[in-house]
């Protein structure tokens, strides 16, 4: 295991305050009693029952810290103390006074054992740091199991149990990424109570299982993603974009030497379908679509934030090949992040940027914005995507493409005048032609009679555009969209053969 070498190198380096953040805390013990070799004296404390070796300074973290201060110097010695983080863990940002004791005396240790061969590790399930350790703790995160440690924990628990085809059995491996140890042993042993043996519906109780985890990050989301770039009226340039980049995500593509995928921003005005494209593009690609929560990164406690940025960004990368949606992302990182949170926000910016630019995970991000142009420079430079599309309102073409799109969906028997409602549509955006149908639908119900052609253009013509109320704003974006050298979602000109046939595809 990666963690366990580089655990060793931290050890070897004399670092004597460890951060260590792991979701799985057996796991962690482990690794640590692996990492010392035998080599080290190992002790554990935690606030229940005190050191485990004696029993001693339960719930009594200062004098469980004076057995540290009191330990040889010349020991190699590894003290790794349970709970402590929540301990010291600030509140309202600040740490109270009955914690500033304890806080005073690692500190103080910290800066004592750095010199000799004694190391304190805090283990905890997430990063609560006061600020006054975060220049003397080192901030350790355990990897979340890979691939291949997958298979070797399935193949220790169920052995010859495993009642799979080699498919299914790499399916059931890569299902249980994102996981952590203790929930792949506990579901695989469910599956054999149920089943007695593991078969093919391992894989569904798995894919439940990380929904649920997912869901209680409640920064991920994991998204269902059923519907294909046919149910996107127009931007026929990025649909041809994605499906010429389908196998982008197979070995064949990095034998060609084709570097992985990175990402696309989609920019426009609002209700041009930017989240619509973003979850066609992992239907497109038959990849797991997960939705990060920007908003929720942000905690309330000091170290919180950056915590929980690592951790989305672990749990998209066990689960790749994946597509991560951002939605709005303008909202949370408008010029870098402002200075009114001590720099939180620049710290998380930073840390996302940095992941963009060197992950070699297979995530390919899709990130969506509206005011675009609040975005920093750093977000919008090749190496960090490949590609900024520009969404605008749709042609006329390109209305008429959504008004069937809407109405065959729901009316798929019936005929419409769709040059006339693209006609009386115009500068309309998606979301607004949809609310229209919906608003002649009202109409055709409120009299109990089907819904006619009347209807929805009396709809259109009631409707307000974005385009009469936001004109100035909407008119600064297509500035910024001809400056930056944004691609067009759309086509502008009758160029649509010349790159069908470049692509060798074909438009819907």
């Not at 110097?73 to 349970?82: D, G, I, S, Y």
């Not at 990897?143 to 070797?152: D, T």
């Not at 909202?331 to 939180?344: I, V």
């Not at 009631?462 to 001809?482: F, Y």
Request: glycine letters at 6%.
């Amino acid at each position: 295991m990666e963690i366990i070498a580089e655990l060793k190198t931290i050890l070897q380096a004399r670092y004597s305050l460890v951060y260590a953040v792991t979701k799985d805390e057996e796991m962690g013990e482990e690794v640590l009693i692996e990492a010392t070799e035998k080599k080290r004296q190992i002790y554990f404390w935690d606030f229940s029952r005190g050191w485990l070796d004696s029993g001693k300074d339960k719930g009594n973290p200062m004098q469980a810290l004076n057995r540290i201060a009191s330990a040889p110097p010349e020991q190699a010695t590894l003290f790794v103390m349970k709970d402590l983080a929540n301990v010291i863990a600030p509140i309202n940002g600040r740490i109270t006074p009955p914690q500033i004791s304890i806080v005073r005396e690692i500190k103080n240790l910290a800066r004592e054992m750095s010199r000799d061969r004694r190391c304190l590790i805090l283990l905890s399930h997430d990063v609560v740091l006061p600020k006054e350790l975060e220049e003397e703790a080192l901030i350790l995160d355990f990897s979340l199991p890979s691939l291949s440690e997958i298979h070797q924990i399935i193949d220790t628990l169920v052995g010859k149990k495993i009642k799979l085809s080699p498919d299914d059995r790499e399916r059931l491996g890569k299902a249980c990424q994102g996981l952590t140890r203790i929930r792949i042993q506990r579901i695989l042993a469910k599956s054999l109570v149920k089943h007695h043996s593991i078969t093919s519906s391992a894989i569904d109780e798995v894919i439940d299982e990380k929904r649920s985890t997912i869901r209680k990050t409640e920064i991920l989301e994991f998204i269902s993603s059923d519907k294909g770039l046919e149910s996107v009226g127009g931007l026929d340039n990025l649909k041809l974009w994605v499906r010429s980049r389908s196998g982008s995500f197979s070995e064949k593509a990095r034998d060609y030497g084709l570097p992985m995928p990175k990402g696309v921003l989609l920019a426009g005005i609002q209700g041009t379908g930017k989240s619509l494209s973003a979850k066609t593009i992992a239907h497109e690609w038959k990849l797991p679509l997960l939705r990060l929560d920007v908003g929720r990164l942000f905690g309330g406690i000091v170290g919180e934030s950056e915590s929980r940025t690592r951790q989305a960004i672990q749990i998209a990368e066990a689960i790749s090949p994946c597509v991560l949606w951002i939605d709005e992302i303008d909202k949370a990182f408008s010029n870098g992040g402002g200075d009114g949170d001590s720099g939180t926000s620049k710290r998380v910016f930073g840390t996302f940027l940095t992941w963009m630019q060197e992950k070699t995970a297979l995530v390919f991000i899709v990130l969506t914005a509206n005011q675009v142009e609040l975005l920093p420079a750093e977000f919008l430079r090749k190496g960090r995507l490949n590609e900024i599309f520009w969404v605008d309102l749709p042609s006329h073409d390109e209305r008429k493409s959504i008004f069937n799109v809407h109405l065959s969906r729901l009316r798929s028997e019936r005929q419409f005048d769709l040059d006339l409602l693209a006609s009386r549509s115009k500068d309309f955006s998606g979301a607004e032609i949809e609310q229209a149908i919906y608003d002649g639908m009202q109409l055709g119900f409120s009299r109990n009679e089907e819904f006619t052609e009347t209807d929805l253009l009396n709809a259109i013509a009631t409707t307000v555009p974005l385009s009469q109320i936001a004109a100035n704003q909407i008119n600064h974006l297509r500035d910024w969209a001809s400056r930056s050298g944004a691609r067009p979602a759309s086509f502008l000109d009758n160029s649509v053969q010349t790159l069908t046939e470049q692509y060798g595809l074909e438009v819907d």
